[in-house]
């Protein structure tokens, strides 16, 4: 199992950035992964905000952050990043770093197999 800390976040005015990272560890040798962010905000349930492949270059995003927010990796450094720009009080959540089983097509529906522990993302209006 992939183990993932995030960190990075913190707290941002309205139409301001941020980025996240998330550290990962234990992949499988040659194996690739479907790789992304999740979010869920007070009283409300876990969403999917980005998508990676680590394989290629396929991104997916849930359209209320797309040409806002930009998911990308370096598997040299086994790092994951979701770059926010634009920043919503709406955005407001804990955010979760997240990899799927070895080969496991992208997909917000699936049941990630690797979570980390979470970091928490504040934006003011």
């Known amino acids: 199992q992939v183990q993932l800390v995030e960190s990075g976040g913190g707290s941002a005015q309205a139409g301001g950035s941020l980025r996240l990272s998330c550290a990962a560890s234990?992949?499988?040798?040659?194996?690739?992964?479907?790789m992304g962010w999740f979010r869920q905000a007070p009283g409300k349930e876990r969403e999917g905000v980005a998508l990676?492949?680590?394989?290629?270059?396929?991104?997916y995003y849930i359209n209320s952050v797309k040409g806002r927010f930009t998911v990308s990796r370096d598997n040299a450094k086994n790092t994951l990043y979701l770059q926010m720009n634009s920043l919503k009080p709406e955005d407001t959540a804990m955010y979760y770093c997240?990899?799927?089983?070895?080969?496991?097509?992208?997909?917000?529906?699936?049941?990630?197999?690797?979570w980390g522990q979470g970091i928490l993302v504040t934006v003011s209006s």
């Open positions: 990676i492949w680590t394989g290629g270059d396929n991104t």
């Open positions: 234990g992949f499988t040798t040659h194996s690739r992964y479907c």
């Open positions: 997240a990899a799927d089983r070895p080969w496991r097509l992208c997909s917000f529906s699936s049941q990630f197999e690797s």
